[in-house]
């Protein structure tokens, strides 16, 4: 293996593997630290973890332990991927996690780049912006569990690391990777270890890519690997064999727990032509609605590949975390999709799009499964997913704001697509 990612959440993880394995890389997903050694074939190592959401120490443990793995494989360089909207908190786990990776790989600096231009995720003088809306007034300022308050990512980090923060800023950046290195090694002298890096289109993310070639530690969000492959293949290191992975069929259903606007928009598009089971957050908490409930109306509606969700406006989540507190109110969600997911497959259903990164993590974690293949690419950072073993499952993994408003549609369809 010559690179190995540690992904704080699912859909991330299959987000930053779509990425690689379209630069040539030959690339697997492993749900959590596994407990054996990766497939030979096994170029770029993705390490799906569930810590996005939770306290620094547990996820600054988890991130060290899949390092320790990723380090037994053989890597060459190590990737800490984090969502391109840096979904955190002041007191949230990027900044303790990127430390703790510095300091266990005895890494003099890294790049910080939480970039992704294909999705409108830009950043221009350490400020993230997404659509060309500041990342504060873009609605993820209404994220129920991870509000973006502040565009300023050198801003967040401050808060949430004692390193010191720097910038390379857009004019470097778009002076080419000999400039890049430059401003990099100028932050890193100045001792500041965690060195922001703007970033507005696809070239710059290949200039830092080329520019990052030998860094032993690299930070960021999926578009920060762009040019990551085209530094092993300059050093014949790639052995160009394309991913086979094949076409799944049987029963498919969809599954939504995210609240984002273009999640709300899919969700709506695919209840027009689809039978569809909303679930109200207090209806689980209360007891109202069952996992068998569930079950009973997927089954009657398999022919029609339905849907199950809980998406809803954020005042909505926001008054139910009100009423029963937030922890509570995530925990009934995802121990449901949990449930279900495991329930659906149990019954014979053998294709799963999934919008929500907390949903997907519940719904991987429920269903016990140990890698992931990488198939095609259905929407931009969105993958078709096909399980090892038996049985062999179609899946995909959508971060809330990603992909087209067809995308539940397209998903259950491309998975019958080798």
Not at 108 to 133: E, Q
Not at 182 to 208: M, N, Q, Y
Not at 209 to 215: F, I, K, P, Q
């Amino acid at each position: 293996m010559l690179l190995g990612v540690i992904a704080d959440d699912f859909t991330g993880a299959s987000d930053i593997a779509n990425t690689l394995a379209k630069g040539g890389m030959a690339t697997v997903q492993f749900v959590g630290v596994p407990g054996k050694s990766a497939p030979a074939d096994c170029e770029a190592g993705v390490v799906a973890l569930k810590t996005r959401s939770i306290a620094a120490s547990d996820a600054v443990a988890q991130s060290l332990a899949a390092l320790e793995w990723l380090k037994a494989q053989g890597c060459r360089q190590f990737l800490f991927k984090y969502c391109s909207t840096f979904d955190s908190t002041p007191e949230g786990n990027i900044g303790p996690v990127a430390e703790a990776l510095l300091a266990a790989l005895d890494a003099p600096s890294a790049v910080v780049c939480p970039v992704f231009p294909t999705t409108g995720r830009t950043l221009y003088m350490g400020h993230l912006f997404v659509n060309g809306r500041l990342l504060s007034e873009s609605g993820m300022e209404k994220h129920p569990l991870n509000p973006m308050t502040d565009p300023d990512i050198g801003r967040w980090l401050a808060r949430q690391t004692r390193v010191g923060v720097g910038l390379v800023s857009y004019p470097t950046v778009r002076a080419g990777a000999e400039a890049i290195r430059a401003g990099l090694d100028r932050e890193t002298a100045a001792g500041r270890r965690l060195i922001v890096a703007d970033a507005i289109v696809d070239e710059d993310l290949f200039s830092l890519g080329e520019a990052l070639d030998g860094a032993v530690l690299i930070t960021g969000g999926s578009g920060i690997a762009l040019g990551l492959p085209r530094n092993f293949e300059r050093q014949g290191l790639l052995g160009g064999a394309a991913a086979k992975v094949p076409a799944v069929t049987g029963p498919g259903c969809a599954l939504s727990g995210s609240c984002s606007t273009a999640t709300q928009a899919q969700v709506a598009a695919y209840a027009a032509g689809h039978p569809t089971l909303t679930i109200l957050p207090g209806d689980l908490v209360e007891g109202r609605m069952s996992v068998a409930e569930a079950l009973g109306f997927v089954e009657t509606n398999l022919a029609d590949l339905p849907m199950v969700t809980s998406t809803a406006a954020p005042e909505t989540v926001s008054a139910a975390q009100d009423q029963y507190g937030r922890e509570m109110v995530a925990g009934a969600i995802e121990t449901f999709f949990g449930e279900l997911a495991a329930g659906l497959v149990a019954k014979g259903v053998r294709r799963l799009a999934v919008g929500g990164g907390e949903t997907s993590g519940a719904v991987i974690t429920a269903l016990h499964l140990d890698t992931l293949r990488i198939g095609g690419e259905i929407d931009p950072g969105v993958p078709a997913l096909v399980s090892d073993g038996d049985p062999m499952l179609g899946l995909a993994l959508k971060s809330g704001n990603f992909g087209a408003t067809d995308f539940f549609e397209k998903a259950l369809r491309a998975m019958e697509t080798p």
